[in-house]
Every structure is written in C-alpha cells, then in structure tokens.
C-alpha cells in the first residue's frame, strides 16, 4: 500500500511534541496526575523521548515526543519519526507550534517511518497512524514519501530479481499508472542505433543491455532526467574485491532515484515535459567483456580509452547524455552512484552535485535545506580537464592517481551533456545504518532537492 495519512476524520490521540526549553511550562499546564506522571518517569522532553499520558481508568489520553534543542535537532532530521516506532497502535494528530518546511518535514518523516521491504520476508508494521497536520500540502509529502518508497524498493531488490529486464518492467509498470510512454532498445540493436558504450558495458551480462526512454506531458518547460541503472557491478575484468562488491546491487541507484524523482513529478501534475533515459546493463566478466586499454566510440564521436573497466558508469551515461542532447531541453540532470571518492570528499548523506550554472546550483542548495535532502555542490574545475585526455584517445574513463576522483568524473559527463543546462549528482544511494525514518538499506537522494528547485529553475 502507498504511504498515505489516516482520514481526517478519523478518532485520533494527540501526540505533544514539546522541546526540552518549554518543557515545565507545558507540564505544569498538565492535570496534576499527568505531570506527576512524568516527573515521576524522568521525562525531560530530550531529542527521541516518548512517554505515554495516563487517562481515567488506564487509557491513554495521548503522548509527548521530547525535541530536544535546536544544536541537537541540526545533527539529524526527521526526529518525530523516531517517536511513532514506539507509539502504540491507533490514530495520532500532532500537537506542535511546527509550522512551514519544518512540520513538512516531521510529516514526511511519519510517512517515511511506515517503509517496510517485506518481498522476501514479512516486516512487522509500524503501529501507529498518523493525520496530516494542518498547514502542509498532504498531497505533495504523500507523493514525495510514494517516490521514496518506489526508489528504496527498486535498490534493495537484489540483482537476481531486480536485472535490466525487471528494471525495465518496473519502468513500464511506473510508466502505466501515469499514462506515459516508454520505448526500449535491446542487445544489438544498441549497435545499429549508435549506442555503442551501452552495449560494450552490458554485453557481457546474462540479460541483454538497454536504454530504456521514458516521455509524459505534453505541454511546458522540458525536463530529462538520465539514470545509472547498473544492476550490478562486479567491476569487469578489473574484478572489484569482495568487500567492495558486497552492495553493488545499489548501483542503479540513480536511475531508481531518477524513477522516484519521475514517479513525484507524474504524480503531482507539474507542468513540464519530462523524459527519463536509463541506460539498463549489467557489468559482468565473459569471454566478450570488454578489455583494459580497448578504445571505444561514444555515440557523439568522442574517443575514450578504457583504463579501467570498474569505471563503467560514466561510459553508459555517456551514450545516454549524448541522445538527450539530440532535441532541446531546459534542463538534464544525471544521477548516478559514480564514484567512491564523492562519499570520502562528503560521506554517505550527503550527494555531491555539479553545475555551472549559478542560479541551478543556489536553487538546488535550497531546495535541498528545506525538504531535508542534504547536497553539497563541487566544481567543474576546468584545471584538471587535462587528467582525463589521456593523449591516445580524446578521454581517459579512469585517470590514473586517484585525486579529484569526482570531479574528473563529472567533467568526463560534462563532455557529452553539450550546451544543455546541466546538473550532474554523485549520489551514494544507500543508508549505512537505521536512522530516524531511514532503515539500513536503499536511500533516495537528491530527488526532493531537484522537485523543490523546479519551480524556480523552470518557472512552473
């Protein structure tokens, strides 16, 4: 089921979210047997606390979250989703003087706290639901929790349910619900319609390469949006070792943070074009996979000499950023899990982006602030374009000596992304551990940043 909120006329508890500064103010209001109560708990309203409130005859009349203070909400989000986990079940409103981005967020965090993978084993649900609180758009947190829902499910698929033919059926599937359109192309076919990287990463693969292309909406500004979907890596003939082989099911997760991202747009209505390109492949060792020091072609007749076939990543969306220059567009926008020096430079919640245009890049900082979505831009510096021109071939997929590993993987991109307005996310796509409405496992980013910053970026 989507994550939705309880009706809203639905018989519900309150739940008090009070700060540890407003604390005995708040309580000496209480009926005396409640504030006993929770002076006899030890209740100091610290960031994470719950407690129940006694009514007559055993009930409970409601609950109070502890907020903390704000030094230690600015080293987290999404606190009260910590809350409903240990809420029991029922209907619950939210009694809190949060208002705008900031009950937004709480809310979306109720919605998000509800994710459950349960495909291969069942998951026990959480408990408590939750009204929308007044003041927020419920229908928008409803699509931005559904997109994160559909994002986090897609990356937690393993590999062995969730290859470049379930990633396609997933795409026609998403494709369906919104009346959208989607075409593929398949195997050699890659070949004879110019998509020569695509099908040099993906042939080796037990199920054939493809470039999936999605298009909604007929009137607007227009937005593509391109998304790794490398359903795993073994890293190629420059075989990864176990341990950095161990997550590889995640690294579609930027054409699943990309679906995610469309899925909220359809939703929504916005007013704009949208088109989704996946290249769909997985890098695997076979007699036909491709070779340390090959020479491939890209679509746009860019030569590229391939000096690690872990490095794949940005030669399938180099074919893809080329076809999506091919017609105009407002704005392209790639995401991909690209590379690991972008979670050393910034660590695993927070994704890197890349652009050249200013006022793309304040809006997505923004945008990314209030719908707590965490980026961080990097440059396009220009100085080290040298480092990726290897002197044989116009461009170098792996430039030997391991600095600025993002960056020069980002202006390789920027080679084939042409005059278009472009933004480039190095994202990690995947929650380490379980933090507040984030269990261990698939992670959407940047998806929430880029939907907020749209109707600055393209005047919806």
Aim: aromatic share 6%; net charge negative; charged share 20%.
């Amino acid at each position: 089921m989507p994550p939705r909120f309880a009706a809203p006329d639905a018989p519900s508890l309150p739940l008090h979210v009070v700060d540890e500064a407003a604390l005995a103010d708040w309580r000496a209001a209480l009926p005396p047997a409640q504030a006993a109560w929770l002076t006899a708990t030890g209740f100091a309203a610290g960031l994470g606390e719950v407690a129940l409130l006694p009514g007559s005859e055993g009930s409970i009349a409601g609950a109070v979250a502890g907020h903390g203070n704000p030094d230690k909400r600015a080293r987290g989000r999404f606190h009260l989703a910590a809350a409903a986990a240990r809420l029991p079940e029922g209907v619950w409103h939210l009694d809190t003087a949060l208002a705008g981005a900031d009950l937004a967020t709480e809310a979306l965090g109720l919605l998000l706290a509800a994710y459950r993978f349960d495909r291969y084993r069942s998951q026990p649900p959480l408990k408590a639901q939750f009204k929308a609180p007044p003041g927020i758009d419920a229908p928008r947190v409803e699509a931005l929790a559904e997109a994160e829902w559909l994002t986090r499910d897609l990356i937690n698929t393993p590999a062995s349910d969730m290859g470049p033919e379930a990633l396609e059926d997933a795409l026609f599937a998403l494709a369906a619900r919104h009346g959208a359109t989607v075409s593929a192309i398949r195997g050699d076919d890659l070949i004879a319609r110019n998509f020569p990287l695509i099908h040099a990463v993906g042939r080796a693969g037990p199920q054939a390469p493809r470039l999936l292309d999605l298009r909604w909406g007929d009137a607007g500004p227009a937005l593509t949006l391109v998304g790794k979907g490398v359903c795993f890596d073994t890293g190629g003939l420059n075989l990864k070792p176990g341990e950095s082989m161990s997550l590889m099911k995640k690294d579609m997760g930027g054409a699943a943070t990309a679906m995610g991202l469309a899925q909220a747009i359809m939703a929504l209505g916005l007013p704009l074009r949208l088109r989704l390109l996946i290249p769909a492949v997985e890098n695997s060792v076979s007699a036909n996979a491709f070779r340390p020091q090959d020479i491939l072609r890209a679509r746009n007749g860019l030569s590229i000499e391939i000096n690690n076939t872990d490095a794949e990543g940005r030669l399938v969306l180099a074919d893809a950023l080329a076809l999506a220059c091919e017609e105009e567009t407002d704005l392209l926008i790639s995401m991909a899990t690209l590379t690991g020096a972008a979670r050393v430079a910034v660590g695993p919640d927070i994704a890197p982006f890349f652009t050249g245009d200013e006022a793309l890049a304040a809006a997505l900082a923004a945008a990314g602030a209030e719908g707590a979505d965490p980026v961080w831009r990097l440059p396009f510096h220009a100085p080290y374009e040298a480092m990726i021109e290897p002197g044989i071939a116009d461009l170098d997929n792996a430039p030997k000596g391991g600095f600025a590993g993002s960056i020069t993987a980002a202006l390789f991109l920027r080679r084939f992304a042409g005059a278009a307005r472009y933004a480039h996310f190095d994202i990690y796509g995947w929650q380490p551990a379980d933090a507040p409405a984030r269990p261990k496992g698939g992670l959407g980013q940047g998806a929430r940043a880029i939907l907020g910053a749209l109707p600055q970026v393209l005047g919806l």
